[in-house]
Every structure is written in structure tokens, then in C-alpha cells.
């Protein structure tokens, strides 16, 4: 019934932007916390940035100053704007709703529905 998609992923060389969208269909989406996730070969999925039903934001100290999520109520989507990316940035990055609001916002675990992710590679 729901579905996230995101895209905007791909090749970038370190110092450079890339800006990921997720759409989501079905739901209500203005009222979930959206949450931007990366996973890494090897390594956990992490937590990246959220954006809460106020609008208010939260990131992951790692891309603090660098990454920007925001999102359209209107439009169904949350975005992730990503500069000055660095070689340890490259991962497979996912966007989640946590529906409604309950769990540990920075917890993979608290999230309910995943897109299918899309791949962020950063070359030096």
C-alpha cells in the first residue's frame, strides 16, 4: 500500500553535492517522521538525518554542517542534500517513515517502511 522510491544517487568526486529525493505514495505522509539512512559494505545501517512532523531536524554528527534534509508535505517527499561529500560518505543510502512517531529516532528499528535505496559512490 505504501511505497518509498528514492533516487538521485551516483557517482560524485569528493568535494562535490549530490541531493537524493524519496516519494512516497500512499499514507499520510505529513504526519510521519522521515528518516534518511546509509549502509555501507560490511558495516550496519546508520542513521543519517530526520525530519520530524514539525519540520524540526536532527543529523548524525558525521555529516553535521555538510548533509540537509528537508521535506514537501505537499508533494509526498523528503530530501537529502548532501555537500562537500567525503570518500567515507559512499554507501547505499535509504529513506524510512516512522508511522506514526514512537521509537528512538536515530534507530533503524523505529522505522516502518524502507524504500529500496539508492547508491552513493564518492571517488577521490
Known amino acids: 500500500q505504501v511505497q518509498l522510491v528514492e533516487s538521485g544517487g551516483g557517482l560524485v568526486q569528493a568535494g562535490g553535492s549530490l541531493r537524493l529525493s524519496c516519494a512516497a505514495s500512499g499514507g499520510a505522509f505529513s504526519s510521519w517522521r522521515m528518516g534518511w539512512f546509509r549502509q555501507a559494505p560490511g558495516k550496519e545501517r546508520e542513521f543519517v538525518a530526520n525530519?520530524?512532523?514539525?519540520?524540526?531536524?536532527y543529523y548524525a554528527e558525521s555529516v553535521k554542517g555538510r548533509f540537509t534534509i528537508s521535506r514537501e508535505n505537499a508533494k509526498n517527499t523528503v530530501y537529502l542534500q548532501m555537500d562537500s561529500l567525503k570518500i567515507e560518505d559512499t554507501a547505499v543510502y535509504y529513506c524510512?517513515?516512522?508511522?506514526?512517531?514512537?521509537?528512538?529516532?536515530?534507530?533503524?528499528?523505529?522505522?516502518?517502511?524502507w524504500g529500496q535505496g539508492t547508491q552513493v559512490t564518492v571517488s577521490s
Open positions: 524510512a517513515a516512522d508511522t506514526p512517531p514512537r521509537g528512538i529516532s536515530w534507530n533503524p528499528g523505529s522505522y516502518d517502511i
Open positions: 525530519s520530524w512532523t514539525t519540520g524540526a531536524t
